[in-house]
C-alpha cells in the first residue's frame, strides 16, 4: 500500500501541470527537486531567464527520495536532481546516474504553527511534546519513506527522547495523528493554513517562508549544528529502498542539501551553466533570503569528479566566501 502511495504521489507531481511551456526554440533544464527547495529556485530561475532567455528552468518539486525513484526506476528524463539531503543523491544517484554533488546550504527542524493554533500562545522548546500529546492538539509531519523531513522529524523524536529523559517518548509521537502524513514538507502548510492541524514539523526556511509563526528546537534536537553531527549520527531509520520492496538504512547528520547534473542530461552544458549561477555569490544569497545558509565551505566527496566550470566555487577564495567573513 505505501509503495501505491509513494507511485500515486510520483505521477500526480509529473502530470499536475507544474511546468510552464517552454517557448521556441528554447532549450530546456529540467530539476527534479525537494519541495523545500522550490522558493528559492523559482526565484533562481526567474534571475537566471533573465539573463538566459534562450533556456528555460523546469521545476518537478517532490520528496527527495521520490526524485530519486522518478530517475532510478521511473527513468524520467532529468538534468539536475536537487535533494534536501546529500545522502540520496550519493547513496541512490551516484554513481550509476551521476558522478558527483555539491552540498550547499543547511536548515533546521522546528515546530511551526499559527496565531490560532491550539495553546499557539503556550507552546515553547521545553513544553511542545506536552501540548503536541495532548489529545485535543493535531500536529503533521511528511512521509519518512517519501522525504528527508519525514526522516528527519523521526530523528528528531529521538533525539528529544534523550535529550528530555521521557522514556517513550518518541513512541508517543510517532503514534499519534498518522493520518496526517503526507508526502513531502511543503504539503504540510495546507493542512496548516485550511485549519486541518495545529502544529507540523517543519524547515524552519519553509515556515519563514510562508510567515508562520515556529519555536525553535534546541541544537540536540533539531538538526541543525554541524558541531553535533556525531550525536545527530546515534540515531537511524530505515525507509524504503530504491527498489521495491528494500530498504534503506538512514544515519542522522546535521541537515545539509545537495545538487548534482546526471551523466545522461540532454542539456548538461546548459544545466552546469544554471548550477554555476545557483552556487554564485547572488544563488547563494537567494538561498540566505529564504532561510537556508549556505554552506561554508561547498563540500563534494567526489572533488575529482566537479566539472571545470564549478570547481571555483570549492576552492580557497570562492565567491561565496564573503559569507564567512
Known amino acids: 500500500m505505501k509503495n501505491l502511495i509513494l507511485f500515486m504521489s ?39 531567464e533573465k539573463l538566459n532567455p534562450a533556456t528555460k528552468i523546469l521545476m518537478e518539486p517532490a520528496g527527495s527520495l521520490v526524485c530519486a525513484r522518478k530517475i532510478t526506476e521511473l527513468k524520467k528524463p532529468c538534468d ?8 540520496v543523491i550519493d547513496k541512490l544517484i551516484v554513481p550509476e546516474y551521476a558522478l558527483w554533488s555539491i552540498r550547499f546550504a543547511t536548515n533546521e527542524i522546528v515546530i511551526a504553527f499559527q496565531e490560532k493554533s491550539k495553546y499557539a500562545s503556550e507552546i515553547d522548546s521545553a513544553n511542545w511534546m506536552n501540548i503536541l ?9 511528511s512521509d519518512p519513506d517519501a522525504d528527508p523531513c519525514g526522516y528527519r522529524s523521526v530523528f528528531a523524536f529521538k533525539l528529544a527522547e534523550k535529550y528530555y529523559g521521557i522514556e517513550g517518548l518518541e513512541e508517543r509521537l510517532l503514534s499519534k495523528d498518522k493520518e496526517f502524513i503526507r508526502p ?18 517543519q524547515y524552519k526556511s519553509v515556515a519563514k517562508q510562508h510567515g508562520l509563526k515556529f519555536i525553535e528546537l534546541p541544537d540536540y534536537i533539531n538538526l541543525g549544528n554541524p558541531a553535533r553531527i556525531e550525536l545527530y549520527k546515534s540515531v537511524s531509520l530505515e525507509v ?16 545539509n542539501y545537495s ?11 546548459n544545466a552546469i551553466d544554471f548550477v554555476a549561477f545557483l552556487l554564485s555569490r ?9 532561510g537556508q545558509d549556505p554552506i561554508i565551505p561547498l563540500i563534494t566527496d567526489q572533488p575529482e569528479m566537479i566539472p571545470d566550470k564549478l570547481k571555483k566555487y570549492l576552492e580557497p577564495g570562492s565567491p561565496v566566501k564573503y559569507y564567512d567573513e
Not at 507531481?13 to 526554440?25: D, E, Q, T, Y
Not at 529502498?241 to 547528520?253: A, I
Open 282 to 290: 547572488e544563488g547563494m544569497d537567494i538561498f540566505k533570503k529564504n
Open 133 to 141: 500529546l495532548r489529545d485535543d492538539v493535531t500536529y503533521a509531519r
Open 184 to 201: 513531502k514538507e511543503v504539503d504540510l502548510v495546507a493542512l496548516i493554513e485550511a485549519n486541518a492541524v495545529d502544529y507540523m514539523f
Open 259 to 269: 545538487l548534482s547534473v546526471l551523466t545522461g542530461s540532454e542539456n548538461k552544458e
Open 80 to 87: 539536475i536532481i536537487a535533494s534536501a539531503d546529500y545522502f
Open 10 to 48: 510520483v505521477f500526480s507531481v509529473l502530470f499536475a501541470g507544474c511546468r510552464s511551456k517552454p517557448a521556441k526554440n528554447q532549450k530546456e533544464v529540467i530539476i527534479f527537486n525537494a519541495g523545500s527547495l522550490s522558493v528559492p529556485l523559482k526565484q533562481l530561475a526567474d534571475e537566471y
Open 240 to 255: 524504503t529502498g530504491n527498489t521495491p520492496g528494500s530498504k534503506l538504512k538512514v544515519n542522522g547528520d546535521y541537515i
